[in-house]
Nanobody, 126 residues
Framework: QVQLVESGGGLVQAGGSLRLSCAAS????????MGWFSQAAGKEREFVAT?????????YADSVKGRFTISRDNDAKNTVYLQMNSLKPEDTAVYYC??????????????????WGQGTQVTVSS
């Protein structure tokens, strides 16, 4: 079993930055794609960013392109990051990381992810 634990969320003013981390433990995970999703209150969970197993391919939602950067550390740290810059109030949400064992090049489709973290709250004040 893969266990995912997110951290780094918090309260920040508009225009500020946060760096989310997602630490994976359990089975070998370096061959799997990772992704970040967000869910605002009262809304459906939606795709934010994904990174391939090697880290060589990334893909972003249009709403975060140029502001967010996904990266991963495949050594013993087994961690994926989401650097969030120029934050906006509409970025306020719970952010989840996830692992896809079926799409090693990365995917935006939630149903292609097999393991999910518990989420971390990001709140951006205006």
């Amino acid at each position: 079993q893969v266990q995912l634990v997110e951290s780094g969320g918090g309260l920040v003013q508009a225009g500020g930055s946060l760096r989310l981390s997602c630490a994976a433990s359990g089975r070998t995970w370096s061959g799997y794609a990772m992704g970040w999703f967000s869910q605002a209150a009262g809304k459906e969970r939606e795709f934010v960013a994904t990174i391939s197993w090697s880290g060589g391919r990334t893909y972003y939602a249009d709403s975060v392109k140029g502001r967010f950067t996904i990266s991963r550390d495949n050594d013993a740290k087994n961690t994926v990051y989401l650097q969030m810059n120029s934050l906006k109030p509409e970025d306020t949400a719970v952010y989840y990381c996830a692992v896809s064992t079926r799409s090693p090049s990365g995917t935006s489709k939630q149903n292609e992810y097999d393991y999910w973290g518990q989420g971390t709250q990001v709140t951006v004040s205006s």
